[in-house]
């Protein structure tokens, strides 16, 4: 039966004819040298070309990564070898090699070593720590050298394959060869060792259509793989899987079993001819190098073969060989922290006789099924003794300890807990996969069907696209996942028994009522397992999640691609396995998902009675859930951490509670929030006491304008001052009418010409000695631009209304200390922008127009409500027109000015 190896194609770059490829051991790179004299190196995640190195106009045969060294290395049809560095793209080294072409560079695993082979039939060592010394030459064959490898079990020796119809195998610093390998009818074009297991293997490929098997320590041909319609040229041992890859000019890739040497699969991507293959220890992705481009597949899955038992122990394949560990021998004096890897005693239990793709204890523990190569093995687990075995593309287990097997898509056979067939099925469909649990499923690409053990009858039909099944131990909760989502179902066992018991038909669909969805969740689904009610899974993006009841929590973002294996109910940790066979744990508490589950299923009762025994570094965990189920007042009484209690609080509007947390803290981006909500709530003088706290000067600002409190503006314009806040200071202070020390602030700040221009607008009697100091001030810079400046003391006609604005800033002055309440604002809010001094202007002419009873001019006006005022008190109600209480005054020169500079923002 055929491995059943699942084949993915990841990268298809076309190009010009690639001769060589190779992987990056770190970085997701595949480098291809092209026959055109370019080497590109393309980044198989991203599908994009990070580098590209135009090396020559002729072929490069070979490039390889010397990843401790940053450095790429090629070899070329001009005799020369170049060294980049393929991070600044900088040539290291160039210097002619050969007399003849390079067909292929080789790096040393450990040592400063680059072995190159030529047409020119020699061999030779480049030491790059000696300047690229060639420290030896290797002679002995009488063709081309085509290819060089060394040897990974023992990296003194080398094999090289040549033309000449030979391979050689030859140690570092003997000059001739220590043997040679001679069975091929036609040249050798490529040779590559056995790397996993014991086997003192190599491989070669030749021109006469076939690959050869050797045992290098008997010198002797094992086996012949024949099947190609044209020459083989390029070979390699998988260093992960049991299979040998073989590609050749007929533009096919084979790939042959490693121990049967059967044929598994035949692949051809249309790309014309095979040269080069390129793979990576611990990887299970294959580069192929074409004519037309650069393919990458990834065979096999990367999950590691294991299974662990609901005592802790885990038993794994690697390989053909099983190892078991026991988590219970991490004793208590060892503290694990979460995601460290345990220090687990290895221990060898056996060999199996088929390679294993997927290993299974069943629900007591008792026994392991390995399904692999089409057949499966039941073993003890304990002693690893052969109990059963038979034909199956995959094998199940029920939770009762039945098991059934796939033999192919249309038979299934069941058997009972003593290893005897039961039943035999042929479904209507093609089934793909099954599923065991509680009822065996089998599905389509387009459908799963459930079936009961007992009797086989059909239980329900559900229209979805199965990657896998997850059962939860009590049989009630059952996880569909797809490929971008996964569903949670509850299954109604007495529903469907009574229906079945009651005679009841079953149809195409099953009974109708069998499954009911809770639970759509749009996240892939790793690997999972129930642990009661909680559904754990790891999803695409490696984070480590579990679901109650619809909401997802993520318990941990892994830091690499993990499998889970179990949980211990009695240590409240889950336990993943990466695929070096690592094993870590994380804390996951039963209480806490009980709880959980309790909240979900609306028992408060219950679930505040399990509240005390959850630890409280977990509330913290249970608030937000709470939260995210509505529950703020339940979530604020179990919260702990003050920054999240203050954040419900707020939330609640309990901001009583929310001025505790804050007192407590003393953090004053906290006050600001709360003073912002209690204004916001019409709290005002809790909102004062906050933004005192908080120091927060703009909110003060805000506040005490909007009231008319002129004792709160002065305070704050103490408070701005002291804090160098100048633009607030000013604010406070012309809305106090403390124009003089407005003035001051200016001049204290260096802004003199906007203290000059706020003089000419609402303080005209202090022009003069602003301009004073402001001419002392620009002559130290320009004494020309200095002189220019007018004082109005010399040249009052200069300015404009000049007299007239003095005689208002007279007559307003009285008034600038009296704040009238904010309340009454509307009374002057329709005046805010009429001027005092053409108001000033228009008084004088009705003076000279309306002659009083003795012919003087009538010294009063009328305002808007029909009383007499005088012409003073009218132009002090001009000054009195305040949007927010405080004195707005209109400039003298007849326009209204505020205190900014001359890029329009206020001075500080």
């Known amino acids: 039966m055929p491995l059943r190896l699942e084949i993915k194609r990841k990268l298809a770059q076309r190009s010009e004819r690639v001769k060589s490829v190779d992987l990056h051991p770190t970085e997701p790179w595949i480098m291809s040298s092209l026959y055109s004299g370019s080497v590109c190196i393309w980044n198989y995640q991203t599908q994009t070309m990070v580098k590209s190195f135009e090396v020559t106009e002729l072929p490069v045969r070979s490039a ?84 060089i490898t060394f040897n990974p079990k023992d990296t003194n020796t080398f094999a090289s394959a040549s033309l000449d119809r ?58 012949t793989l024949e099947g190609h319609a044209h020459n083989v040229s390029a070979v390699c041992f998988h260093p992960e899987l049991p299979i040998i890859i073989t590609g050749s000019e007929d533009g096919t890739v084979r790939l042959w079993h490693s121990t049967t040497y059967r044929l598994e699969n035949t692949l051809n991507y249309g790309l014309e001819r095979v040269w080069a293959l390129g793979y990576m220890k611990g990887s299970r992705r294959v580069v192929i190098g074409y004519d037309e481009g650069t393919i990458m597949i990834k065979i096999g899955r990367e999950e590691p073969v294991a299974s662990m038992d609901s005592s802790g122990k885990i038993i794994w394949a690697k390989h053909n060989e099983i190892q078991t560990v026991n988590i219970k021998t991490v004793g208590a004096d060892n503290e694990i922290t979460d995601g460290e890897r345990l220090p687990l005693a290895v221990k060898e239990l056996g060999s199996c006789d088929l390679y294993p793709q ?185 984070r480590l999640n579990y679901c109650v009841g619809g909401e997802v929590t993520t318990m941990f973002h892994l830091d690499r691609p993990m499998y889970l294996l179990g949980y211990l109910a009695n240590q409240s940790r889950v336990y993943l396995i990466d695929k070096e066979f690592n094993v870590v744990g994380y804390t996951l508490l039963l209480s806490l998902i009980e709880y959980k589950t309790l909240v979900m299923r609306g028992d408060f009762e219950r679930a505040n009675a399990i509240l005390p025994i959850i630890p409280k570094e977990q509330h913290n965990s249970v608030a937000h859930f709470l939260e995210s189920r509505g529950m703020l007042e339940e979530a604020l009484e179990i919260a702990t951490d003050p920054n999240y209690r203050f954040d419900l609080a707020v939330q609640l509007g309990s901001l009583e509670v929310a001025k505790e947390i804050a007192t407590e803290a003393r953090s004053e981006s906290k006050w600001k929030q709360l003073g912002e909500l209690a204004m916001s709530t019409g709290k005002l003088q809790m909102a004062e006491e906050c933004l005192l706290e908080a120091t927060d000067l703009s909110g003060l600002l805000l506040l005490y304008s909007s009231l008319g409190n002129a004792e709160g503006v002065t305070k704050l314009a103490s408070m701005a001052k002291e804090q160098g806040k100048n633009n607030v200071a000013f604010l406070c202070l012309f809305m106090l009418g403390k124009l003089e020390e407005c003035l001051q602030l200016l001049v204290d700040s260096n802004r003199i010409p906007e203290a000059a221009l706020m003089a000419r607008s609402y303080l005209p009697s202090k022009v003069s000695e602003i301009v004073s100091i402001w001419k002392k001030d620009l002559q130290k810079v320009n004494s020309k631009a200095a002189e220019s400046l007018a004082d109005p003391a010399e040249y009052p006609n200069l300015f404009e209304d000049w007299q007239i604005a003095l005689n208002v800033e007279a007559s307003v002055a009285p008034k600038r200390g009296i704040y009238p309440p904010a309340e009454e604002y509307m009374a002057y809010a329709e005046r805010s922008t009429e001027s005092l001094v053409e108001a000033f202007k228009s008084m004088n002419v009705q003076e000279e127009e309306l002659p009083s009873e003795n012919g003087d001019v009538a010294p009063e006006v009328i305002d808007d409500d029909g009383v007499e005022k005088s012409q003073e008190d009218a132009i002090e109600v001009e000054a009195d027109d305040s949007t927010d209480g405080s004195v707005l005054v209109n400039g003298n020169d007849g326009e209204e000015h505020w205190g900014m500079n001359n890029e329009g923002t206020s001075t500080e």
């Open 64 to 147: 390889k990564f010397i990843a401790r060294k940053q450095w790429v290395v090629a070899g070329a049809d001009d005799m020369f070898i170049r060294v980049y560095n393929y991070n600044t793209m900088d040539k290291v080294k160039v210097f002619e090699a050969h007399t003849d072409y390079i067909r292929c560079v080789a790096v040393h695993p450990t040592l400063p070593y680059v072995l190159s082979s030529s047409d020119d039939m020699l061999i030779k060592l480049w030491d790059w720590d000696k300047g690229w010394m060639c420290t030896q030459i290797f002679e002995g064959h009488s063709h081309y050298v085509m290819q």
């Open 166 to 223: 030979t391979v050689k195998i030859w140690s570092l610093g003997s000059p001739d060869p220590n043997f040679t390998l001679d069975g091929h009818s036609k040249g050798v074009n490529c040779v590559d060792y056995f790397t996993g297991g014991d086997r003192p293997y190599l491989i070669t490929g030749s021109d006469d259509q076939t690959a050869k098997v050797w045992d290098y320590q008997t010198k002797s041909c094992v086996q």
């Open 358 to 542: 997927s290993l299974r204890h069943n629900p007591n523990g008792r026994f392991v099924v390995v399904c692999g190569d089409g057949e499966y093995i039941i073993y003890t687990a304990l002693a690893w003794r052969n109990r059963s075995f038979g034909s199956a593309l995959e094998f199940v287990w029920s939770t009762d300890g039945e098991y059934a097997v796939r033999e192919s898509t249309s038979k299934i056979k069941i058997y009972s807990k003593n290893f005897q067939e039961r039943k035999s099925i042929r479904p209507t469909f093609s089934a793909e996969h099954i599923y065991g649990g509680v009822l065996l499923a089998m599905c389509t690409n387009d459908f799963i069907c459930f079936y009961d053990w007992a009797e086989c009858r059909l239980i329900r039909r559900i229209d979805v696209n199965v990657k896998n099944l997850y059962w939860a131990d009590s049989g009630d909760l059952v996880t569909i996942a797809s490929d971008t989502s996964f569903y949670i179902l509850k299954y109604n066992r007495d529903v469907v028994s009574s229906h079945l018991d009651g005679g009841g038909s079953v149809g195409e669909e099953g009974v109708e009522d069998a499954f009911e969805l809770l639970h759509e969740i749009n996240e892939r689904v790793r690997t999972g397992l129930w642990v009661g009610d909680c559904f754990i899974y790891n999803n695409s993006s490696w």
